[in-house]
């Protein structure tokens, strides 16, 4: 039997990998959340920095953080990358922008970078090599 919920051994059922999606332009926001859904992650939804570090506070079961760079705010994507490496070392991080380049130099050590626009079969083959998680 087969679903969208990972199964382990012996009937144990495992919760689908989270993924939080901090992104302040709506329509993306949700496209990209329905590509992780439809892939079968859990993603859940930020529009800014403050609010994907009040989520990571709560939710200690976020996989992964991908977050656009170019966000309004006191603290843009790279700046939430740096704030979420010291605080989650171990968190993976997907930066993304179709306005600019980041070089390798300027994201944490578990950061990476995919240029807008992206392909969905592009975003899930990242998620899954930075968080070597699949639901």
């Known amino acids: 039997m087969s679903s969208e919920i990972g199964e382990a051994a012996e009937g144990a059922v495992t919760a689908a990998p989270v993924v939080l999606v901090v992104e302040d332009e709506v329509l993306v926001r949700m496209l990209a959340c ?30 992964l953080l991908f977050t656009d760079v170019d966000m309004p705010g006191e603290i843009n994507g790279l ?11 171990n968190l993976p991080i997907i930066a993304t922008s179709g306005a600019a380049t980041v070089d ?15 392909r969905p079969s592009t975003l899930i083959e990242c998620v899954e090599a930075a968080a070597v998680i699949k639901p």
Do not use: C, H, T
Request: glycine letters at 6%; hydrophobic letters at 45%; zero cysteines.
């Open 34 to 63: 329905d590509i992780l859904r439809d892939a079968g992650y859990d993603a859940l939804e930020a529009v800014d920095a403050q609010e994907a570090l009040v989520l990571l506070d709560a939710r200690p079961d976020v996989a």
């Open 79 to 89: 700046g939430l990358a740096r704030l979420v490496s010291l605080r989650w070392p």
């Open 104 to 118: 390798p130099v300027d994201l944490p050590p578990n950061g990476r970078f995919l240029q807008k626009p992206y």
